[in-house]
C-alpha cells in the first residue's frame, strides 16, 4: 500500500459523504485528523434543513389521512445519512425549530406544531441521528446495509409519528396504523430502492477518484 493511499483509507474508513466533499480547506483538516471548519459545518446544516423544506413541499394528500405522502422523510434520511449523526441531528432540529417558528416548509406548506403530524418530524429528527450513527459505520456503502439503515430510520419515524398521531387525533392505535402507516409502505419502499442505488454508487464513485 502506497503512502499516498492510507490516509485516503484511514480518512473514508469513519466517514460520511459530507467529509469528502472536494474542499482543499476539508480536505487537509480531516487529514490531520481535525474535524471539518465551523464555517462548513453550519452550511451543511443550513442545507440539510433547506433540503428537508424543499422535499416536503412535493407532497400528495392521502384520502382518509390527516399525514401527506411527501419527499421529506426520505430527505431527512438522506440528509441524516450524508452528513452524520451530529449534523444531522442539528439539520433537523433546525427544521422542526424553524417550522414551529413560523417558516412555512413542512409538507403542504404548513408550519407550527398543532398539527398531528407533527410527531414524524419529531421522529425524523431522531431518525437522522440514527441513521447518521450507522453511516459513520459503514451502514450505506453496500446496498443491503443501506436497506438496513433506511429500514431501521423508518421505523424510527414511524415509532414516534404513529402514537402522536393517535394521541393526537383520538384514534385508536390501530387506526393511527391505518392512517399514518399502511398507506406510506409502498412509497418508503420505493424510496429505500433509490437510496440503495445512489448512496453506495456515490462511495463507489469516490472510491475511483481517491
Do not use: C, H, N
Amino acid at each position: 500500500m502506497s503512502t499516498a493511499a492510507a490516509p485516503a483509507r484511514t480518512l473514508r474508513a469513519g466517514a460520511v459523504l459530507a467529509d469528502l466533499l472536494p474542499s482543499p480547506k476539508l480536505s487537509a483538516s480531516l487529514e490531520q485528523g481535525g474535524a471539518p471548519t465551523r464555517t462548513r459545518d453550519i452550511a451543511l446544516v443550513v442545507g440539510g434543513a433547506a433540503l428537508t423544506g424543499l422535499a416536503a413541499q412535493l407532497s400528495v394528500p392521502v384520502p382518509g389521512s390527516p399525514v401527506p405522502v411527501s419527499g421529506q422523510t426520505f430527505a431527512a434520511l438522506l440528509v441524516g445519512t450524508a452528513l452524520g449523526a451530529r449534523r444531522g441531528f442539528l439539520a433537523l432540529a433546525l427544521y422542526a425549530v424553524a417550522g414551529m417558528a413560523g417558516v412555512p416548509w413542512f409538507a403542504q406548506a404548513t408550519s407550527g406544531y398543532g398539527m398531528p403530524s407533527f410527531g414524524y418530524i419529531l421522529g425524523m429528527l431522531l431518525a437522522a441521528t440514527v441513521v447518521g450513527a450507522l453511516a459513520r459505520r459503514g451502514a450505506d456503502r453496500s446496498v443491503l446495509r443501506t436497506a438496513g439503515a433506511m429500514a431501521l430510520g423508518s421505523a424510527v419515524i414511524y415509532a414516534v409519528g404513529v402514537p402522536y398521531l393517535a394521541l393526537a387525533t383520538g384514534m385508536t392505535l390501530g387506526q393511527a396504523v391505518a392512517a399514518g402507516l399502511t398507506p406510506f409502505l409502498i412509497g418508503d419502499a420505493l424510496k429505500a430502492a433509490l437510496a440503495m442505488g445512489a448512496l453506495p454508487a456515490a462511495w463507489k464513485l469516490l472510491d475511483r477518484k481517491g
